[in-house]
């Protein structure tokens, strides 16, 4: 019941959440973490079902799933007719259970297979066998009912189905809690009455099942499966697509596109792209943000010849609002009239040995002029004759006289000059046997100066080899420069930083030299650190207007010069670990890298580690781009809960789910004796260790004892532990309203973990 009841946070509480600063949090999609191949394994290869005399349809059995290592996603497929099964993907372990009916089935054996599948791993199959010995009864009318929900609209109409009892009574039962069933017994037929609450259920498909009860001797049933289709809310979406770009071979790339999106309402989006070959793209990092946003696509179509290019940009509200996606089209003309045979060409040749040559051929439909250009490898690579008429035989070189041993590669290009056709790439290869080795003296270099400051003198660096050997220097990023770009071994090469511009911080660069195809390469690591304003702490609070902290608990630091001038939300992309840096800014707490959720240069939200518990105390320091504030000192607790408030203020009416998956408001309380779902931070220690900044996808339970008071009379605790889905110290608290409660609009809740009390002044609406 727990698990069912942890699902019902609606869309709104997330909202709130969201005002409440923690965006990062609903950013994080549980996305599967990388893991080795696992191996999966199925409880029993086989389940036999069994239609007695005179009954509708055999009672569910289950099968369970499990991995090696844990949480594998897994697809289970496999159809029939009379088959039915609870999920389609779960994440192991996980249970599956199974329904068969035998509606419209004549007597006999019937067998189907359910396949149990995992990238990576064997599949893994259960043998459905359904032996039917007589023809089950008649059926209701009709056997299949399907609802649909767009997620923020209005509950779905109720639909019905009439049921002949033939003067037997009988009872309706449904097995979904978002599943409805009542019986007008006044009507003949007896009229029965489906509805569906959607509220808190995720995206997808959802299968129930309605159960009428005969009282038959013996006992005979009646099943209509019952389909809840959730909406992702696209419509609620609105967009300037589709875009469509046009691209002639030989002109210069097509003009970026501006895609304006909107929504109902402010929110967090992510956009992504999808192309074949990856031509589409997203400019200027307009992939994220906040809505309503212009996202800048710009269209690559090198390497493409003539025809429509079908792309695609999907755009979400992670975890919340669903998607939307935006048809792009890229239309190629002019392809290019060429082509070269073979495409490739490999050579094999000793250092300092002999030309070599291979043969190749250019044609075309119809006679061509072509020109014939060496793009990669000038230095080595030759062809013959390099102008002429299409069709031609060709002639390749290669030159490995004056090169080193390594793999070099080039490139030739054709082209058809003023015929409005493209070019064909010929790839050259040339291997050449032997041994080099780099060596690169110092192995680090270290630049600092002050903001204000001329730039450090450059330093040098030597290459030598045991090889004679040409070898080109690059640097990286562009405050970073190192000449000569070439030379012969032994070598000396001059590396300078230009600080112009640069905001203080600690920027990490290097210088690559390498031996051109020789497989060798020596990497040498530069570090600049440019000082500046450093960072000031004014104040701390927890997000319940205090500042106590326990492990576990939100920190917001408040001061200047904290991190980028704008916000920063942190973005998982993927991932289920929040990130320790934030666009240069950091915390540290007791030597331990904060996880951030978002930070500003006036503000920093952290998550006050898990490893800190029972240190006593938290010396916090702030860090933006390398440059640390002073240490700040506050006392640690074992239990410092607060509860998360509608405005984010930290007071007035709670951040709370009634029983049946509505928002806590006033006119819309919760009844008495019914659960109350309350959500907070700074709980302390689980029962089960989990990792700071993490997401937690389990539940669990406190260390501590927890207690609720609602009204002040001491609730019932159904529920304390993990918030499912939400970054590790987030807590979810599920209390039944006593009965004796007094009714109001504002009735005081406070949350008790240990020793700790959530703040004063929260409050829940009880009707």
Known sequence: MVRAT??????????TIVRFALVAIMLMLPAATALAQPTITVSTPELNFLQDAGTQSPPSQTFSITSV?????????????????????????????VNVIPTG????????????????????????????????????????LAFNYVTGSGLPDSQQFYVNANSQNFSVNVNQPWLFASVNTASNPAIVTVSVNPYGLQAGTHNGLVTITFATNPVSYQLVNVTLTVDEGAQLWTTSGPVKFNYKYGDPPPASQFLSISYASVVVFIAEVNSTGGWLKIANNTNTGFTPANIELTADPTGLVAGTYSGSVVIQSPGVLGSVTVPVTLTVTGAPALSVSPATLTFEATAGGAEQTKAANIASAAPTGYTATVALGAEW????????????????????ANLGPGTYRGSIIFAAPGAGSGGQLLGVTLTVTGTVSLTAAPQSLSFTTDSAGAPPVAQAITVTSNFPATVAAASS?????????????PASFSVSVVTAGLAAGVYNGAVTISSPGAGQTVQIPVTLTVGGARPAIREFTNGGSGADFAPGSLMIVLGSNLGPSTMTVAALNGSTQLPTNLNGAQVFINNIAAPLLLASSTQVYAMVPFETAGQGRLDVVAAYQGVRSETRTLPLLDNAPILFTADGS????????????????????????????????????????????????????????VSVFIGGVQAVVSYAGPAPGQVAGLFQVNAIIPGDTLPGASVPVTVRVGTGFSQPGVTIAVE
Not at 75 to 96: C, D, E, K, M, N
Not at 381 to 400: D, E, M, N, R, Y
Not at 654 to 663: E, H, K
Not at 696 to 704: E, I, K, Q
């Open 6 to 15: 942890l699902k019902l946070i609606s869309d709104s509480l997330l909202r």
């Open 69 to 97: 290592p844990a949480n594998a996603l897994v697809s289970l497929s496999g159809t029939a007719s009379w088959l039915y099964y609870s999920q389609s993907s779960a994440t192991a372990p996980s249970i599956v259970t």
């Open 105 to 144: 089935l004549s007597v006999g054996v019937y067998t189907a297979t359910i396949t149990v599948s995992s990238a990576g791993a064997l599949n893994r199959s259960v043998l459905v066998r359904l032996t039917v010995t007589s023809v089950p009864p008649s059926n209701a009318n009709p056997t299949q």
């Open 381 to 400: 690579l030759g062809i013959t004759p390099a102008t002429g008429t299409a069709p031609q035989a060709l002639t390749v070189k290669v030159s490995p």
């Open 477 to 489: 990023p562009g405050w970073l420069s190192v000449t000569p770009v070439s030379g012969s071994t």
């Open 650 to 705: 930290g007071r007035g009416r709670a951040s709370a789910i009634n029983q049946n998956g509505s928002i806590n408001i006033p006119g819309a309380g919760a009844t008495r004796n019914s659960v109350i779902q309350l959500y907070g931070a700074g709980g302390g220690l689980f029962e089960r260790d989990v990792l700071t900044g993490s997401v937690v996808s389990a539940t669990g339970r406190f260390r501590s004892t």
